[in-house]
């Protein structure tokens, strides 16, 4: 079988920790999500992916993903026609896991992620690819064009790789494009970005976040109106998703929360209504 390489040094690196965390999740017996997609995508491509093994990072992206998947599934729920869009795609599944017949979903990163991305992953008529940056203030011209709303936006490990500059940039293009959408994102408090050349799976790459955030409230000082629907840490996780997850899962969460780490409670997922 051809494998398809990916470049050490670049942006491709960073999304092959989620993708590998999901790969080995879907391994397991019980387990906080299913990717069979994933582990046919890793066997395809020629990396060591070895050095992520039995990170706690890992477990951590899988959490992180499988709450995102939810909050688009309510939204989904809500507005069957609705559109979705993936900002920082990556090799992100979240459409095979979670896809209605009737969404609207479109795949944004950057032009060689998205060569990647193309070798694995094929538009439809609902399904839509986008090569750009998140910054780029052209690309909301085609989700506006195929796509009415309402809008919900995914930004997934994406935001803290940015400049703070950008990342308001961003919410504010989002809030003026498509006001009293949805996004999800995740925020790094300063601790976290402080250290992250000791982090276990980022150091073992070059990418680096930029952003931190020390309290997502501060989201509202940027763009009066916006709405923090929720705050979560990994410790923390929604009632619900909690109660469902895996005996495993709930006893690890339980021991990171009376430890409360600061690696932990610094690191917020985010939903929030845009103005």
């Not at 008529?125 to 690309?139: E, G, K, L």
């Amino acid at each position: 079988m051809t494998k398809h390489g990916v470049r050490p040094g670049t942006v491709q690196e960073t999304l092959l920790i989620p993708l590998y965390g999901r790969a080995v999740e879907n391994g397991k017996e019980q387990a906080a999500l299913r990717d069979p997609r994933a582990g046919e995508i890793v066997a395809a491509i020629d990396y060591d992916f070895s050095r992520f093994d039995g990170l706690p990072s890992l477990t951590g992206a899988v959490l992180r993903t499988a709450l995102f998947d939810r909050w688009v599934t309510d939204f989904l729920a809500a507005h069957p026609s609705g559109t979705v869009v993936e900002l920082g795609a990556g090799l992100n599944t979240r459409h095979e896991r979670v896809d209605w017949a009737q969404a609207r979903w479109f795949d944004l990163d950057l032009p060689d992620v998205t060569e990647l991305r193309r070798t694995f992953f094929i538009d439809t008529a609902r399904r839509t690819t986008i090569a750009a940056s998140v910054t780029d203030p052209s690309w909301p011209a085609t989700v506006e064009a195929d796509a009415g709303g309402p809008y919900f936006f995914s930004a997934e490990a994406v935001l803290p790789f940015l400049e703070e500059t950008d990342v308001r940039r961003v919410l504010g293009m989002l809030a003026e494009r498509f006001p009293g959408s949805l996004l999800a994102l995740d925020t790094a408090g300063p601790g976290i970005v402080g250290a992250q050349d000791d982090h276990d799976a980022l150091s073992k790459v070059e990418a680096r976040m930029r952003w931190s955030c020390a309290d997502p409230a501060e989201l509202a000082t940027w763009l009066p109106g916006t709405e923090v629907l929720a705050a979560h840490t990994l410790s923390g996780l929604p009632g619900r998703m909690y109660e469902q997850l895996p005996a495993a899962y709930r006893e690890m969460l339980d021991g990171l929360a009376e430890q409360r780490l600061p690696q932990v409670e610094e690191y917020r997922l985010c939903l929030v209504r845009l103005p």
